[in-house]
């Protein structure tokens, strides 16, 4: 059965696709803040959920989640736009344009200079918020004596995420017993390709991309980005060395997007044009499709460890939550694994990349709840999948979807 489900999978894969591919991505039009990608902040709002089957009721949650909004990550972004404007000005090499922009980052400069990756505010309040929600969407599995068990990895913006989270669950019901953890033992459920991880399995099997070409083919096939400089500067290669043009057009697009993170109403999107935002989003997907498919198969050990504590608490019981924070290099390469949504497809072409490996659904913020459910009258466990909220699809076969067999999950994965 699962044979002939998985066939049907890959027949209406390969018909979508190129209908998709005919029609664009209008939705980008319809929801503009998708194109900040990993820079788009993880709805906190309520959602609505399909009922459980009759008398099935949840009991228990496994979460693994990105940590909340931050500052940027790049080590050097902020001091090297601050550089590059500060020389071009004295230079006389600003355009008006440019000129705008160095008046408004100069507003802002002297607030994130030193914060390069911390949690910012509005990380710190949106996992709270998450939390808050999911302990609103299930307050049976928090009922009673619930035991939370919260784990991160060992970087400030995900133990402040964690915090932030289990305050917020706190603040539902001051009862619930949280143990709040990080350390290498707990690397293989959190960072299993990191280097830090002493259990780290070298031996998975890879996954090369199919199609030939490379991010920096890509690039110049699809992204005019000299005209960009050309807003900003009088003249570009006077502002920059050719070989420095490029990634400063990246950061600059970071930037931007980032500023989603962050308490200010400054806008810096408006130096691109939609069509250049359409063409960096599209690019920042297949970058890092081209860097998780290959090694997606390495994050197994999270799904192992989901499953190993599942079975834990349907033996005993016990009510309450597993929760796990990392970071998007990890989230999306778990999405691939367990193709949830059809993220795990595999991309024919270098063009089908952006149909498949979206990274709004890899926001900041971003969160999986495998939500387990049982029924006094039978020992058969069913559980569903939340993607950032939603309830979401396996390539499993079930009658009663969101809801999936949990031993026929097991028997798959």
């Not at 133990?159 to 669950?169: A, D, R, Y």
């Not at 992204?223 to 006077?238: E, H, Q, V």
């Not at 016990?318 to 691939?336: C, I």
Request: overall charge negative; proline content about 6%.
């Amino acid at each position: 059965m699962r044979k002939r489900f998985f066939l049907l999978l890959t027949l209406a894969a390969a018909l979508v696709l190129p209908a998709r591919a005919q029609q664009g991505f209008e939705f980008l039009s319809e929801h503009p803040e998708y194109l900040a990608a990993t820079d788009y902040l993880c709805p906190t709002g309520p959602v609505d959920l399909t009922p459980a089957p009759e008398g099935y009721e949840p009991f228990y949650l496994s979460h693994y989640g990105r940590h909340g909004a931050r500052y940027a990550w790049q080590s050097d972004m902020y001091e090297r736009l601050n550089n590059v404007f500060t020389k071009a000005d004295e230079e006389g090499n600003l355009t008006a344009k440019g000129k705008e922009f160095k008046r408004k980052f100069d507003e802002l400069y002297p607030s994130v200079r030193y914060r390069v990756g911390d949690l910012s505010r509005k990380g710190w309040q949106q996992q709270k918020e998450l939390a808050e929600r999911m302990y609103s969407n299930f307050p049976e599995i928090f009922a009673g004596d619930p035991y939370v068990m919260a784990r991160t990895s060992t970087s400030t913006r995900c133990v402040m995420t964690m915090s932030s989270f289990c305050l917020g669950l706190k603040g539902c019901n001051p009862g619930i017993e949280i143990f709040e953890n990080f350390g290498k033992f707990f690397l293989p459920a959190i960072l299993p390709q990191s280097g830090e991880n002493p259990f780290r399995d070298k031996g998975f099997e890879k996954t090369p991309v199919p199609f030939d070409e490379t991010v920096a083919q890509y690039i110049d096939r699809n992204i005019k980005w000299k005209p960009i400089l050309k807003r900003l500067f009088k003249n570009p290669d006077k502002a920059l060395p050719e070989k420095e043009q490029w990634e400063f057009v990246s950061y600059l697009y970071y930037f931007g997007a980032g500023m989603n993170s962050l308490d200010s109403d400054l806008d810096f999107n408006d130096i691109f044009t939609t069509k250049e935002r359409v063409a960096l989003w599209k690019y920042d997907c297949f970058q890092f499709y081209c860097d998780a498919w290959p090694t997606h198969l390495g994050y197994m050990p999270i799904v192992e460890d989901i499953i190993e504590k599942a079975d834990e608490r349907i033996a005993s019981g016990q009510r309450g939550a597993e929760l796990r924070f990392g970071h998007d290099y990890t989230f999306l390469p778990l999405l691939m694994i367990l193709n949830v949504n059809g993220m795990g497809r595999e991309a024919k072409t270098a063009d089908e990349v952006p149909l498949i490996c979206q990274l709004q659904n890899v926001p900041m913020g971003a969160n999986i709840h495998f939500v387990f459910y049982r029924n006094a009258d039978s020992e058969e466990v069913l559980f569903k999948v939340l993607l950032n909220g939603r309830e979401a699809t396996l390539p499993l076969d079930t009658d009663i979807w969101p809801y999936y067999s949990w031993k026929e999950f097991k028997a798959q994965f």
